[in-house]
């Protein structure tokens, strides 16, 4: 089946621990997102790619960062976590607009990082 | 600025019918969707409206007006499995980008 997959589905990390969370996709879609989600609030964007294109959000912290080295695989880096980093980090790919279709986005399963 | 309202929670009974609305304020309009959330998983998706009107798929509906910024799903013959969050978002023109509300939890009771 095709999918999003994230891993790890948990992760744990000291204070200052630099963090990698990973995605990938058997869709072939042409974006890909990563959101923050804190218990009971919205997913909050942090980055999109179109393809290789990077575009980042103008409040996502400095503190993260994002690759997508090929178009199956994103990663997610935290470089310093705080405390207010724990949260779901929630994956998704869709196709672009242009493709004609209302383009939904699947959403992985998400990582949920905890912050000791 | 961008502004996606729902209500926080509602309860209803199995079998029975819950609209759960949605209002948005946004700068430029290109979709509304619908997604469940169930506690500690990944969104999934319901529905998408663009044009005014009614979609239906199943048990499930949504329906949308433009001109009042206004959106709700409708969910018939409630199923205990439907206790969930319920997340409308927005998509702004030019953009693949989704603008979310904070969610509507629903608990079905027996």
């Known amino acids: 089946d095709a999918m999003v997959i994230q891993n790890p589905r948990y992760q744990v990390t000291q204070f200052g621990k630099p963090v990698t969370l990973s995605c990938s996709q058997t869709?072939?879609?042409?974006?890909m997102y990563w959101y923050q989600q804190k218990s009971s609030q919205a997913p909050k964007l942090l980055f999109h790619y179109y393809d290789k294109d990077f575009n980042n959000e103008a409040d996502t912290p400095d503190n993260f960062q994002s690759r997508r080295p090929n178009t199956s695989f994103c990663f997610l880096d935290i470089r310093s976590p705080g405390l207010g980093d724990a949260a779901m980090y929630l994956c998704?790919?869709?196709?672009?607009?242009?493709?004609?279709?209302?383009?939904?986005?699947?959403f992985g399963p998400g990582t949920r990082l905890t912050v000791l | 600025g961008q502004n996606i309202d729902q209500p926080t929670e509602m309860t209803a009974t199995e079998g029975a019918i819950v609209q759960i609305n949605c209002t948005y304020q946004?700068?430029?309009?290109?979709?509304l969707f619908w997604y469940q959330q169930h506690a500690g998983e990944a969104p999934t998706f319901l529905s998408y409206?663009?044009?005014?009107g009614l979609e239906e798929k199943g048990r499930f509906s949504s329906f949308l007006s433009r001109s009042k910024g206004y959106s709700y799903l409708l969910l018939k013959e409630l199923q205990m499995k439907d206790s969930a969050s319920y997340l409308c978002?927005?998509?702004?023109?030019?953009?693949?980008?989704?603008?979310f509300g904070t969610g509507t939890r629903l608990q079905v009771f027996p």
């Open positions: 998704a790919t869709s196709r672009d607009s242009s493709s004609g279709t209302y383009n939904e986005q699947f």
């Open positions: 978002a927005v998509r702004a023109p030019n953009t693949d980008k989704l603008i």
């Open positions: 869709l072939n879609h042409n974006v």
């Open positions: 409206n663009v044009l005014d």
């Open positions: 946004t700068s430029g309009f290109n979709g």
